[in-house]
């Protein structure tokens, strides 16, 4: 058994994911070493890492997209549509990636950024009830979804 696959034995679907939206130019080895040293981190802070993980995910994950869609009479609107699982997985790591990265300190960062959404309280939180407030107000072009 190698070291990777030791890793991704605990919640495999949510660890590779992480690992998958971490990497960039083919550096997996990085993203994955990124990866454990923010568990690490989150470990010594008190709380349990994968528990952290997936509440923030939870936290997180949006229920609704808002997409554009252009009518005959070249009006554009903004049609809400639900999400499968595997989607709304994939937006509340981009999410939660996306609003850590705007700092100095990368794993710190995402460190307090993923024990914040945990907790309910963080920027991507809020960025995840925008889209749904946003898919709320627009809920009036409904009948333009295609399925």
Do not use: C
Not at 66 to 90: C, D, E, G, T, Y
Not at 136 to 142: A, D, E, S, V
């Amino acid at each position: 058994m190698s070291k990777s696959q030791k890793f991704y034995s605990v919640n495999s679907l949510i660890l590779q994911k992480f690992v998958s939206h971490l990497t960039k130019s083919g550096k997996k080895f990085k993203a994955e070493k990124i990866l454990k040293n923010v568990l690490i981190k989150i470990a010594l802070k008190g709380f349990a890492p994968i528990k952290v993980l997936i509440f923030a995910i939870n936290n997180v994950k949006p229920l609704v997209e808002v997409r554009n869609f252009r009518a005959k009479n070249r009006k554009s609107f903004q049609v809400p549509f639900p999400l499968k699982f595997m989607r709304q997985i994939s937006l509340s790591l981009k999410i939660i990636l996306k609003s850590s990265f705007l700092k100095k300190n990368f794993e710190d960062s995402l460190v307090d950024e993923l024990i914040k959404s945990s907790q309910g309280q963080s920027q991507s939180v809020k960025i995840t009830k925008n889209i749904h407030k946003l898919a709320y107000q627009n809920r009036i072009f409904i009948r333009y979804r295609w399925f």
